[in-house]
């Protein structure tokens, strides 16, 4: 059998292995101070290594006599090599230069045999793909002793010990360098096996890591594995292992290896998100650790001072970890700490003269400077360009912004809210009463303008990301919605705009108003819906530009400006249903336009007069951009067969958003065509995509069935404005010898609302948060789900009071009181006060980072879906059946039409729960790389419970 070599570097200690003719040689292990061996003796060993059989030289024969008599470490002294971590390069550097002098250096089959190592020195259960086929399966008992899994991860420095420090300090120096030179290590065709030897040893550390402050710190120790000369294979030393923990800590293991876990979530994070999730929470828990029960490693493992003592002590560590944890996460509190401390970092002199598995100020130097250089670049950015004042200045705080400059804002919303809600709930009446249109195109035309509102709003948002800004966009929209009010004042003022009265008291000769009239209706009603979009979409956001979220003080004020914007929503909202309406019916329609009008003027008054006063955040792009360039991108190239490894798209190693398997078709909008390179247009976006904007797509996909589930809830509720408002006017509506207007019905819609919202925060949150032990109490998706039934409910209820109220006025001419409505309006508002909250958190808290401003447009292109398909299905009704939604309802049969919404909503709901149960959040946690939930072993005493899992060693696939 031919000698095989394996050259060994872990750490201070090196080994050089020649295995073959049934023994195993040890040539050198280095535990003294450097000596230059002399050129002979290393040609010597070198060619030994190197060859397919050993030289016969009388002086070899006797070294090798010599050690297999006497296996103490101290009779080995061929060789003494320095301590510092890249010796074992230097081997291989004079072997080229003596070998091969004129041969030009090939760093790609350097890199190869770099990485070929780690798989020598693999300790476990070997994978079907080693390389090295001479190696198998080794320390498979680990761990059993002491009733833990610790099988795996490596051998330190061609020992059988497993040392946690410099495996650790390993795993993240070799993460680092696929972070850093991902790309040149892919085209090396070597980014496998790099990700390979990164997992085999975070799988260890994962399972090394049994509780939040247990860490298995060593497997075997030097003393009794350096007397003893076998191969990993047939070792029968103690293969004890020794922990850190609350008592014993070890505050430099748990800060590198808390180091090591972050860097790799970093390189797994766009290959498998769900493993560099775990790795994540290990890499955050042996941190807090770490910091929290601070102690040398060296100290608490005694075994391990004559090998791996620490000189720098463990802050460097912590330091170390928490610029990592700060880079895998953005969590500003790990900067804070580093920068805290920045006491610690060393200075010019011993601190970064060495960068090694003990002293980490020089890595730990450059991070922090790459990392602080780029944070201050992010900061002139948005100083420069993103938040100016009115002349496009950097923002002066104490001049700008704030308060006085928000309250300003609010007006805009308050007025708003009047002229939508004064408009929307009363206009029914004005259709079927003064217009002489039916119920059923009537409530058409309260949906359609409805729906209107809220898909401009769409547009609204797209024209200030994209070119206007917020500024612009609320002003002149706010100056569209004050012209469309006051076109629809004149309209309703004006006897030519309306046809004239019923000649019939029971209203069945009337004339129905003209294309002529209805033209001007129209026109009006959707020049309010255009500027009532953009000032939905845009003001909440407007409002809070003016405040500083970084500064304390003002990220406080915004919480309430955030609650002040839906008080005047509600004040806007309940001022129209009650006053609004009731001068509209009383007084006027003019005199209730007017006033709307009016308002909405002075709004816009006051909003221009604060322009010296706000800051003004320019405009960023629109996410839809994003959406459309890359569905456009992916169905252009759909000829193209995707590559065969996601990393052959575009930007991959530059994306923070991790790669998902699902909706891959998308993907090709990030391949590099021929035309790209060709052309040298990677980076332009309209030729290709990057990984991240693909995978931002895909998440924005992966929200449609969830968005499409939510639809019919705002039909429900679009019905609360159209029949139930006309139902109102076939019923006793006096209060005494107050008469209610059927237009201030919603009033109990709203006064809903505003209760269960109080219900949800009071009450069902804090309950639900000790029953699930949830933050949150109840998920976003469960409260889409319950505001879902409440619909239902309602429109059964709804059906139930029709019926009764028809066969009172039908059967017994009796005219029931108007209060049997609350119930529906009840229920319904109920339901808003789950199904908004829900939708909203969802959206916001499923869209992509980048897209956040696109959450609100989701959330809106719902209601404005549920108004249209309201109009929609009473158009279908009207055609198929006409019986149910005829003019006069007390001859119709409406009940009938709110059955249908409550089977559909079931049908729907039933729906939703297959969707919801499929969707996974984002911040979901899964325990296994493979993305599949596992049950995790129970512990006790620090000690895995042999009754409840089956720890089966043999069988234990430690790769994964």
Known sequence: MAAIPCVVDHGMDTKIHAYGYDQCVTVCVCKEPFKKPSLPLLLLLLFKIYSSSPPENPFWRRRVKEMKMNKSYQHC?????????????????????FSTPSQAFDYADALSKSLLYFEAQRSGRLPYNQRVSWRHHSGLTDGLEQGVDLVGGYYDAGDHVKFGLPMAFTVTMLSWGVIEFGQQIELAGEMEHALEAIKWGADYFSKAHTRPNVLWAEVGDGDTDHYCWQRPEDMTTSRRGYKIDEKNPGSDLAGETAAAMAAASIVFRKINSHYSHLLLQHAQELFEFGDKYRGKYDTSVGVVKNYYESVSGFMDELLWAALWLYK????????????DKAHCFGGIGWAITEFSWDVKYAGLQIIASKVLIDSNA??????????????????????????????????????????????SVNLVTYLVGDLHLSSSKSANCVSNFMGSLNLLGLLGGFLADAKLGRYLTVAISASICALGVTFLTLTTSLHSMRPPPCSDPR?????????????????????????????????????????????PKEEKAMVYFFNRFYFCISMGSLFAVTVLVYIQDNVGRGWGYGISAGTMIIALTVLLSGTPLYRYKKPQGSPLTIVYRVIFLALKKRSLPLPS?????????????????????VEKAAILDDFAIANDNQNNPWIVSTVSEVEEVKMVLKLIPIWCTCILFWTVYSQMNTFSVEQGTFMNRKIGTFEVPSGSMPFFLFSSILLFTSLNERVFVPLARKITGQTQ???????????????????????IVEKQRRESFVVHNKIISAFWLVPQFFLVGAGEAFAYVGQLEFFIREAPERMKSMSTGLFLATLSMGYFVSSLLVSIVNTVNGSWLRSNLNRAKLENFYWMLAVMGMINFLVFLIVARRHQYKIQHYNSSNGQLVELPCWKDDKLDLKEIKFDIEAKEVAG
């Open 777 to 799: 109490g109840i998920a976003s998706l469960q409260r889409v789900g319950a505001g879902l039934i409440f619909s239902v409910v309602g429109m059964v209820v709804s059906g």
């Open 378 to 423: 992010d900061k002139d950015a948005a100083n420069n360009g993103e938040v100016v004042d009115f002349r496009g200045n950097p923002v002066d705080k104490t001049r700008t912004g704030g308060w006085f400059a928000a309250g300003r804002i609010l007006g805009s919303e308050l007025s708003e809210r009047i002229v939508v809600m004064g408009i």
């Open 507 to 551: 209203k069945q000769q009337c004339i129905e108003a003209s294309s002529g009239q209805l033209a001007m209706l129209y026109i009006s009603l959707y020049t309010i819906a255009l500027g009532g979009g953009g000032i939905k979409s845009n003001v909440s956001g407007f409002g809070s530009d003016q405040f500083d979220n970084s500064d």
């Open 77 to 97: 002294r061929m060789l003494k090599l320095p301590r510092f971590p890249l010796h074992c390069s230097v081997l291989l550097m004079l072997f080229t230069i």
């Open 328 to 339: 895998a996460t953005d969590n500003e509190d790990y900067l804070k700490y580093v920068i």
């Open 645 to 665: 490894k996601p990393n052959m798209l575009n930007g991959f190693y530059n994306s923070k958003v991790p790669h998902t398997e699902k909706f891959r078709w």
